[in-house]
């Protein structure tokens, strides 16, 4: 079955379901993962500079048969070393993969683009106040930002949410399955194992269905091939109601949880260490 896609602002088009290289594959080989992803018809592969990885990602595109024109490749750089320019930093990517101010950096990304550098350019876990400055003096709008997105932080995205959907902005996702991995207690598993026995879906399958029916750009990852399929499988399932949807936001409601706001505190209590 083909994933289908969305068209970004640019007028390129992203599949909605992307295969993610961190996570379980976090500082790894990602040549077999990557590989069962490819050959599972996956054509959006997500990956970062501090996921430790990038190389073998590139390998196995490589290794893959895929011409590279087909796969849609994301990749994020975290922080600038001293001197160092975004250009620099994503050509340093770029070799792996084989193929200061914020302002001031939003317009380095869009040199970039302009370069051939990039074929579109998006930003990650940009909160309201960020994505505001970016649209105050960006010439080329970012056509993405990646979020951790799932029922349990839902409702704090919405006013960032809001000002996207006003510029066109897609929304990607990590940790969708937050519910299922992480808060495996939480209140929203229960209406997951209702509805799936109302669709006959697992729970991985209602919480993707979920975040296919909010028009986010799924990335999830596994090490099973067997999963890979049951994810793509999520498009031919029958569409969630506005009540199963109303269900999902309820319970997501019940409990506040943020994987990167948790980081986020643990990255600047390291910083201040560091500087003491």
């Not at 066109?168 to 598993?189: A, F, H, M, Q, Y």
Request: net charge neutral.
């Amino acid at each position: 079955m083909s994933i289908p896609v969305y068209t970004l602002l640019d007028g390129h088009t992203i599949p909605r379901l992307g295969f993610g290289s961190g996570t379980a594959h976090l500082r790894q080989d990602a040549v077999k993962p990557v590989l069962m992803a490819l050959h599972a018809n996956y054509m959006h592969i997500d990956t970062a500079q501090m996921y430790g990885n990038e190389d073998t990602v590139g390998d196995a595109i490589a290794q893959s048969g895929v011409p590279r024109e087909k796969v849609f490749l994301t990749t994020k750089f975290f922080e600038l070393t001293e001197g160092q320019t975004v250009e620099q930093s994503l050509k340093s990517s770029l070799e792996k993969l084989k193929p200061g101010q914020l302002e001031d950096v939003w317009r380095q990304m869009e040199g970039v683009k302009e370069a051939g550098l990039a074929r579109s350019i998006g930003i990650s876990n940009f909160r309201l106040d960020e994505l505001e400055r970016v649209l105050r003096v960006a010439k080329h709008k970012p056509v993405v930002n990646q979020l951790e997105f799932h029922p349990y932080n839902y409702e704090q995205l919405l006013p960032v949410l809001k000002l996207q959907a006003a510029h066109g902005i897609l929304t990607e996702s990590w940790g969708g399955l937050t519910p299922l991995t992480r808060k495996t207690d939480g209140p929203v598993n229960a209406v997951l194992q209702e509805l799936g026995k109302k669709i006959r879906a697992s729970q991985g399958q209602i919480l993707m269905k979920w975040l296919e029916q909010k028009r986010v750009i799924v990335v999830t990852t596994t090490s099973k091939e067997a999963r890979l399929k049951e994810y793509v499988d999520v498009y031919a399932l029958p569409e969630l109601s506005d009540e199963d949807m109303k269900a999902i936001d309820e319970a997501g409601r019940q409990l506040h949880y943020s994987a990167s706001e948790l980081c986020a505190q643990h990255y600047f209590a390291q910083k201040v260490q560091k500087a003491q």
